[in-house]
């Protein structure tokens, strides 16, 4: 699903599949992605269950923040169909948002104006979800131990398939929420 309108690149799962059986380095940090993904999901949903709908929607915003700007061409709706909420829950907290000085809102379009005070007002899990990438990706490298644990990974079973790369001290950040407001 696409959540913001934007310019994508496509390309086939063949190519797809032909590059990572020649570039080692590009397979690592396709493996590298899948897994930053799917911890990002686990903690979406242990969010989704503990957190208060301001401090989601604050992550929310800060995360859309980072891809596309301060300006945010969202109704209240999609949000609302984002987070997994009634529209209602989202009127009110954009409207709180709003009176304290953090976004205005107009038709279809969402204005962040104080970006510390929502990071401040967000839950821990956008802070979470960005040191676990700074740790996967920072670098800029794939390192040879990283490569060769994918590679072994790949003689024990079919090639893409049933590889967990964990380089020590990496593992991905175990979902913890605790409640805020
Ligand atoms: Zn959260």
């Known amino acids: 699903m696409v959540q913001v309108a934007g310019v994508a690149s496509v390309i086939s799962s063949d190519r797809i599949r032909e590059a990572a059986v020649k570039f080692p380095s590009f397979r690592v940090l396709l493996i590298k992605y899948e897994e930053f993904l799917f911890s990002q999901v686990q ?4 969010c989704n269950a503990v957190h208060k709908v301001q401090a989601r929607a604050c992550s929310w915003l800060l995360r859309m923040q980072d891809l596309v700007g301060v300006d945010l061409p969202l109704t209240q709706e999609f949000l609302a169909q984002m987070m997994g909420v009634r529209r209602t829950s989202v009127t009110e907290v954009a409207g709180d948002l709003q009176k304290a000085g953090m976004i205005t809102y107009g038709r279809g379009q969402i204005h962040i104006v ?4 929502i990071r401040h007002s967000a839950c821990e899990c956008d802070e979470d979800i960005r040191s676990h990438y700074r740790r996967m990706f920072d670098s800029g490298r794939v390192s040879k131990n990283e490569i060769s644990l994918v590679d072994e990974g790949r003689r024990s079973s079919s090639p893409m398939k049933g590889r967990k790369p964990q380089p020590a001290g990496r593992e ?3 979902p913890k929420c605790r409640d805020h407001n």
Request: glycine letters at 0%; zero cysteines.
């Open 114 to 117: 104080d970006l510390k005070q």
């Open 172 to 174: 991905p950040p175990r």
């Open 43 to 46: 903690q979406t949903a242990a």
